[in-house]
């Protein structure tokens, strides 16, 4: 059976499916195929049950529920980190009165940025054009999501807000639950199982085998380094990827309970495979 996994081009993603990617995880009879797209088309193909697995925001995913079921591996959480809201260095220094580059209405970053400021004003721009307008000044500040929340300083950006430390003050120190992997609940039990294991064993053969892992993600990163392409890596591809635990979970719920106490969420009942 052919199984399409839906990613974001990004380092983070590729060393989570390096280890299927490469081979070195049997895909135990499943023929793989990896689609690629930015995560703002992901949560929209979803939408249409496009793809078996896919990577969605968990903003999407409240929205999902009838169509997916979420993995219990391949989170991408901010733990005292995430989102940051820029602007250039003689720029505004808050949200007041300005309108905001945001990378898509299904974005966890939006409704974060959301909860951090109900009134915010924004527009949608793609999000490897965000620090472009931000520096032309057709926008006033930009939401940064993937490797801009690491390089915005060099581009002589400042931030008016870490919506990952922001997040982190307001829980207590919950970490900031931004993407996760779902699966199409049309599969049936037994594939559902199956294919949570790949998917758990391709995060860890990156996590056990970092070098080789971290060397093919590189080429996702769009102008990073390998120091830093190991620092991003890092920042989205640990523990809580590899199992939400208790703590990731309780993440999620308060982040969706949030955003349907604020109105910018329906009710929505968590359920992971398995």
Excluded: C
Aim: hydrophobic share 40%; charged share 25%; no cysteine.
């Amino acid at each position: 059976m052919k199984i399409r996994i839906a990613h974001s081009p990004d380092s983070d993603d590729a060393f989570m499916f390096y280890g299927l990617a490469s081979g070195k995880v049997p895909s135990q009879g499943f023929e793989i195929e990896h689609v690629l797209s930015d995560i703002e088309a992901l949560n929209r193909a979803a939408f249409e049950r496009r793809y078996e697995i896919t990577a969605v925001s968990f903003h999407a995913y409240a929205h999902l529920t009838d169509r997916y079921i979420l993995l219990p591996h391949g989170a991408s959480m901010g733990d005292r980190y995430g989102p940051v809201v820029v602007a250039k260095t003689d720029g505004p220094r808050s949200l007041k009165g300005i309108k905001v580059a945001v990378p898509g209405e299904l974005t966890t970053a939006l409704l974060a940025l959301r909860l951090y400021d109900p009134s915010v004003e924004y527009t949608v721009v793609p999000f490897d054009q965000i620090q472009e307008r931000v520096h032309a000044g057709t926008a006033a500040a930009g939401l940064l999501i993937h490797e801009g929340q690491l390089t915005y300083a060099d581009e002589g950006l400042r931030k008016i807000v870490d919506l990952g430390e922001w997040w982190a003050d307001r829980t207590g120190g919950l970490p900031l639950p931004l993407g996760g992997n779902v699966i199409r609940r049309d599969l049936g039990g037994d594939r559902v199982t199956t294919l949570s294991r790949l998917l758990h064993d391709s995060i860890a053969y990156g996590l056990e085998h970092r070098d080789e892992a971290v060397e093919y993600a590189m080429q996702f990163g769009r102008g990073l380094d390998r120091s830093r392409t190991d620092r991003f890596v890092g920042m989205y591809v640990n523990d809580l990827t590899l199992e939400y635990g208790q703590r990731g979970r309780a993440a999620v719920e308060r982040l969706l309970g949030d955003g349907e106490r604020a109105g910018l969420l329906p009710p929505v009942h968590i359920e992971f495979a398995g």
